[in-house]
């Protein structure tokens, strides 16, 4: 057994204490290395899609700028081209600070829908390297002309209650498409076309043949319209041959339309608000 001291006693007490602060520091400096989330989000190397920054720059022209300036330096405290918040980190902050506004301050709600949200989220964060000034302003007008002309979308879309059923109503879809949706669909039909989207071929045990948009699936039947526009329903158990088609009806608008007419067909699609 070893000989307790005072001196003994005081030795301890002081290696205690030591290995207690060095224990402590290497805690504190644990949590200091730990990442902020919220910081990473800020600093972060999001792509933005180009479609989704051009239109948010005319919504920040049309919703933001009379506050906050062309340059995003209009309120104090605040620089939205340098990234400079008061309280945004993430862009979920961004979307809920522009959906609820800001109480006691100047900053009201707005209420934009999800592609109006995406694209002014979208320009804010590219501010200090997008040129708006550079897009080609759409007029809606031209847009409808377009459409319901030379464009032939109206042959197959349907568009408040005026138009055909065999390709998918498009009342509201500048409410739930993205900028960057709807112009990846003009280009590239098949490879932006969402799988709910996709038309079906269904041959029956008696050979008969039924193509047409699909409205409703579960495990033993589906539900169609087809290509004359009448509703359709089917048991899967009545079918020798049942094919999702993966490829769009719908052309490309690539080399058809100048970037102009590219730009008015846009703005009309955006103008499809639907019942808001």
Not at 56 to 83: K, M
Request: with cysteine; proline share 4%.
């Amino acid at each position: 057994m070893l000989n307790r001291t005072p001196e003994s006693d005081v030795l301890a007490v002081k290696w205690c204490g030591n290995q207690r602060n060095r224990i402590l520091s290497l805690f504190v400096f644990a949590v200091l290395a730990i990442p902020n989330p919220k910081l990473h989000a800020q600093n972060s190397t999001v792509q933005y899609p180009q479609a989704d920054i051009e239109y948010g720059s005319q919504i920040y022209a049309a919703q933001c700028s009379t506050c906050h300036g062309e340059n995003g330096d209009g309120v104090p405290g605040i620089n939205l081209r340098a990234g400079q918040f008061k309280r945004v980190f993430s862009d979920q902050d961004l979307r809920n600070t522009i959906t609820t506004g800001v109480s006691g301050t100047g900053m009201p709600a707005f209420n934009l829908d999800a592609a109006e949200l995406a694209g002014i989220v979208a320009y804010v964060r590219n501010m200090s390297s997008f040129d708006a000034r550079s897009v080609t302003s759409g007029d809606e007008d031209r847009g409808r002309a377009l459409f319901e002309g030379s464009a032939n979308c109206s042959t197959c879309h349907r568009v408040n209650g005026k138009g055909p059923r065999v390709a998918p109503d498009l009342s509201n879809i500048g409410a739930i498409r993205t900028a960057d949706l709807l112009q990846r669909t003009l280009l590239d039909p098949t490879g932006s076309m969402l799988p709910a989207n996709r038309s079906v071929r269904a041959v029956t045990k008696e050979g008969k043949v039924i193509t047409g948009r699909r409205l409703n699936e579960d495990t033993y039947t589906v539900q169609l319209i087809d290509e004359q526009e009448r509703l359709v329903s089917l048991m899967k158990a009545d079918l020798r041959e049942y094919v999702v088609i993966k490829t769009s009806t719908m052309p490309s608008y690539k080399d058809k339309l100048s970037p102009k007419e590219m730009a008015d067909i846009m703005a009309y699609l955006f103008s499809l608000k639907g019942s808001k």
